[in-house]
């Protein structure tokens, strides 16, 4: 029989390496996708949380969850294509207009 | 089956209290609408219907709240909690959003950019903080909060055709999103400690506040709790640009369109107070942890704000900077409100106070015609109070309310919020918000300075002056803003019965 | 037999998330990404959230990845091999890192002491009429913000992609 806290343990490190994506890469695209995944990881901690102590708050959330971040990359990658046009750069180290 | 199911949702559901936020949804589609079925000439009226229907909104909200109609108390299944915070809130949001509208008005007309989406958009957001502000359940708030965040990406992005406007909402979307993100995981992380059953005071139901709040009580030690309030305040401190995650303000404020910049700096640092007002009663049962964290955020929050603002020539920049020295004062409010029952309207009136003067301030930065707003330094304001004396005196007062200069509003607010940590006997904060006072009338004097003692700069240079710049166009509706704007910092520094009556009663 | 799958399938969705992250190539890396949420999918059915889990399918795997392939295709950026991650992006993530290991054992350790209840309760994701129910009931008013999320965002995505028309 799994126990909760290991889905607990799972979804924890799934934030981890998201997080640590977010801080380790410089591809915006892939910065993007390690944000995904961090969000995941909540959704995944959310229905095992849900499941182990009964009670549909948890699955109700995540229907919220999967919205928010559709919509959230939807709008995200016209940001990053809008600017590609412009610079021809996913690079954030080359994103250096905004300079004081 | 069927007619219990729509018996529950007449049952919880009152829609007639959210009649505001309503209404801000409808008026936000019908500017759709009015945009296809107008003839193009009459498209200019858009954006002032926009205004319009924001005042009704506006006067129905403060009638209610003059009136005491106003509901009081939970709806929509537990979702949201009405009382007189949340309606000055709403009143605040609705304020701010009228006042971006109009620089929303002025500075789009000069480009050749979709207008009526960027009210629309506006209008969504405000009505989504309106919620935010009211929210009583973390499922709410975090759609709410998103709903708005979603909203802010694109407002700060709308300038696609610059580069800087795009480059500063990647850089938003990406903070915002690991914000969000960290958020949302401390929430889970409540969820998963309130719903234990195991546990005493655990309920099904344990994103809405209350029952959380509960929990809370019945067990302080419990780790799980503590780690998710300490991600959730992560989130918010975000928003409100709070010292560890403050980095992505100067930058996002720079490159925004002057009106998102504006709306940021105002409404959504007001929505990351609202929530810390909410949170502070969720999780007062963790106050050993609570409030050290927040005073260690403000002392952090106010010495990094205004020391970084003193080297900063870019306009938008210093103020991004001094909000974020803003929101360290306001942290030492939320901090009182422990102990001082009235420091939530300090808080708000602290809040109006910086309202009306950042729109004093925003309203005039909007006029200075210059193409790209992003690059509005210390220098574009030289000879603003020769060559335009009412403009002048605007930029005066926002800035010295902004200040604290006394007898204007901002003064005011920071003395309530000062006298309400000295009766909590924070003395310790107070020394630390005092210098940094001290230290942000220095950078708050570099802009009055040169908006208006480089007059004596002409005698050296006079030749190249005159013809340089274009004269300024205020028309109508900008005379009555600024005006507006002013006034209002001024008499809220002279007359303030209403909020007094408040803290004395 | 359910633990072995959960052990498969949180093992994939680590690797899949490790290959996000260090994978040179993006498009390798959106097919990772692809794999750890196809792994949690089966790990919200370990769960018996199935709905949940035929939504993830349907929506991140299948439509929020498509239009990530679609974009990394559509850029075609060049992945810089030279690029290597500096020494302080080195020791900024792993530091970052190793907080949130800390955290990951210290929310373990916090879950496995408080959680002794002994029996399992009914799972109750199962029922797609309870979820209508609650979303239109309880939760009917974040259903509607959501409406008017998706409009901003679908509105936004089109002003920012339309082409300037330059008069």
Known sequence: MISLEQYIVVSSLLFAIGFFGVLFRKNTLVIYMCLELMLNAANLALIAFSRYHGGMGGNLFVFFTITVAAAEVAVGLAIIVALFRKRQTVEVGELNELKN | ?505 | MTDVFFYIFATAALAGALGVVFSRNTVSGAMCLIGTFLSMASLFVLLEAYFLAVIQVLVYAGAVMVLFLFIIMLLDVKETAAKKASIYTWAASLIGFGILITGVFAISAAVSIKNKAPTMPEASGTSLKAFGYELFTTYLLPMQVTGFLLLIAMIGVIVLSKKVNTE
């Open chain 2, 1 to 505: 089956m069927s007619a219990e199911i729509f018996q529950k949702i007449a049952e919880t559901n009152t829609w007639s209290w959210i009649m505001p936020e309503l209404a801000m949804g409808l008026l936000a589609l019908s500017l759709l609408v009015l945009e296809v079925i107008l003839p193009k000439v009459a498209h200019g009226a858009i954006p002032r219907i926009a205004i319009l229907g924001q005042l009704v909104i506006l006067g129905h909200v403060v009638t209610g709240i003059c009136t005491g109609t106003l509901p009081v108390g939970e709806a929509f299944g537990g979702m949201l909690f009405f009382d007189e915070t949340g309606q000055l809130f709403r009143v605040f949001f609705l304020g701010a959003s009228i006042f971006v509208s109009y620089l929303g008005m002025v500075s789009l007309d000069k480009r050749t950019l979709p207008q009526v989406e960027y009210f629309h958009i506006l209008l969504v957001i405000t009505a989504a903080l309106m919620l935010l502000a009211q929210a009583n359940h973390f499922v709410m708030l975090f759609v709410a909060l998103e709903t708005a965040t979603v909203g802010f990406y694109i407002l700060v992005s709308y300038f696609r055709h610059t580069t800087v406007s795009l480059e500063a909402g990647l850089k938003y979307l990406i903070m915002g999103a690991l914000s969000s993100t960290i958020l949302l995981f401390g929430i889970v992380l409540l969820y998963g400690a309130g719903s234990n059953p195991a546990l005493a005071g655990s309920s099904e139901d344990s994103l809405n506040f209350g029952n959380l709040a509960g929990f809370l009580a019945a067990n302080p030690d419990d780790t799980l709790g503590l780690i998710g309030m300490i991600l959730v305040i992560s989130g918010v401190a975000f928003k409100v640009g709070a010292f560890p995650f403050q980095i992505w303000i100067p930058d996002v404020y720079q490159g925004a369109p002057l009106p998102t910049t504006a709306l940021l700096a105002v409404s959504s640092k007001a929505a990351g107070f609202a929530m810390l007002l909410s949170f502070s009663k969720v999780f007062s049962a963790l106050e050993d942890w609570f409030y050290p964290l927040l005073t260690a955020l403000a002392i952090l929050t106010i010495l990094f704000g205004n020391f970084a603002a003193l080297t900063q020539r870019n306009l938008k920049r210093v103020i991004g900077l001094s909000g974020v020295s803003h929101a360290g004062f306001l942290l030492i409010g939320v901090i009182t409100a422990r102990t001082v029952d009235w420091a939530s309207i300090a808080i708000l009136f602290y809040l109006f106070a910086y309202l009306l003067a950042s729109a004093a301030v925003f309203s005039v930065l909007v006029h200075l015609n210059k193409d790209d707003d992003s690059d509005l330094t210390l220098d574009d304001l030289g000879d603003l109070a020769k060559k335009n004396g009412f403009l002048g005196l605007a930029l005066a007062i926002g800035v010295g309310s902004l200040a604290g200069i006394p007898p204007l509003a901002g003064f005011i607010g920071k003395l309530l919020i000062f006298i309400a940590a000295f009766k909590a006997e924070l003395y310790g904060l107070l020394g630390v918000a005092i210098v940094g006072v001290v230290v942000s009338i220095y950078y708050y004097f570099g802009i009055l300075k040169s908006a208006f003692f480089d007059l004596w700069k002409f005698q050296t240079d006079e030749e190249e002056v005159p013809t340089a710049i274009p004269g300024i166009d205020l028309g109508f509706l900008g005379k009555l803003a600024i005006l507006l704007a002013t006034a209002g910092t001024l008499l809220l520094g002279f007359y303030q019965s209403p909020f007094s009556s408040w803290l004395l009663g």
